[in-house]
């Protein structure tokens, strides 16, 4: 239980540290990557199927 616990914890700053580093970029480098703000969630959580 305590393993679990500190996975979704893990995997919760994994996500947040994501969806940080990508909103740092600009509009311009999201199309360049071909992303829009919108899209930066589920990026980050790993379940875009752009």
């Not at 914890?9 to 703000?37: M, P, T, W």
């Not at 930066?40 to 199927?49: E, F, L, Q, S, W």
């Amino acid at each position: 239980m305590l393993l679990s616990l500190i996975r979704m914890i893990k995997a919760f700053r994994d996500y947040q540290r994501n969806v940080n580093e990508l909103s740092q970029l600009s509009d311009r480098e999201l199309a360049d990557i071909g992303l829009d703000r919108s899209d930066i969630p589920r990026v980050a959580a790993g379940t875009y199927n752009g």
